[in-house]
């Protein structure tokens, strides 16, 4: 290669880098830093004042809730105190839990097994007992819906009784009153009112429900006797075949 040739070559070389150079992008310039107009700025006093508005809205809606707040059916969990009462044909066990009946004990009926007993003057256990005491602890209750939906079964209240003694003997020509009642609120109240004759195995029962016309879902209830009677035979199949009852 001449020298012509050489210096045409680094000519178009240097021709070529400056092209280059002279078309090249020019680098971004970064634009000022402004503010974020969506931004939003948050004022300690106004969520201050948010929040304490919030408090008292939901303190009103308690209160207001408090105010319509259906009768209240929560029980006590009192103690049980049991009434017993004796007449010439039968021995009764009240309970205060659900103002039902306990046992029905027949003084002028045995138990199959009696003469198995070696203790002759063991009452309880020689003597027919109706009431099947085994699984809620008694029986004759009281069931209905309140109109905010709430199942109630009295079994579950503790009521309280007009009578302080805990044993009565009722004489042939006489009769016995008593009256268990459960407290709602105000006036409202739930009564059981029973009537126990000293020579016949009726009795009268009433119930009164005082001012729950408001309460009760369509004011209908059931009176409930949820377990039956106990078997008193020693053979269960024939006494279920030749026996009934009625009320």
């Not at 939003?40 to 201050?48: F, G, L, Q, S």
């Amino acid at each position: 290669m001449d020298r012509q040739s050489t210096i045409a070559f680094i000519l178009i070389g240097v021709i070529l880098v400056f092209w280059l150079y002279m078309n090249s992008p020019e680098p971004p310039v970064n634009p000022p830093k402004t503010d974020d107009s969506t931004k939003v700025v948050t004022n300690n006093d106004t969520v201050k004042i948010e929040t304490k508005t919030a408090a008292e809205s939901k303190s009103d809606i308690a209160k207001d809730e408090e105010a319509e707040a259906p009768a209240s059916f929560n029980n006590i969990n009192a103690p049980e105190k049991v009434i017993t009462i004796e007449t010439d044909l039968a021995l009764i066990e009240l309970t205060s839990k659900g103002g039902r009946f306990r046992k029905f004990y027949l003084k002028e009926y045995e138990t199959w097994y009696h003469n198995k007993i070696e203790d002759t003057s063991d009452f309880y256990n020689t003597h027919v007992q109706l009431i099947n005491a085994s699984i809620d602890g008694g029986d004759f209750n009281l069931v209905f819906v309140t109109k905010d939906g709430q199942l109630v079964n009295t079994k579950s209240l503790d009521f309280t009784s007009d009578k302080n003694n805990f044993r009565y003997r009722v004489k042939a020509d006489d009769s016995l009153s008593i009256i268990y009642k459960f407290n709602i609120e105000g006036d409202k109240s739930i009564e059981k009112q029973l009537v126990f004759y000293g020579n016949s195995y009726d009795l009268k029962a009433n119930i009164v429900l005082n001012n729950l016309d408001e309460v009760i879902s369509s004011y209908r209830y059931d009176v409930e006797w949820s377990h039956g009677l106990n078997f008193v035979e020693e053979n269960s199949v024939d006494e279920a075949n030749y026996s009934n009852a009625a009320a």
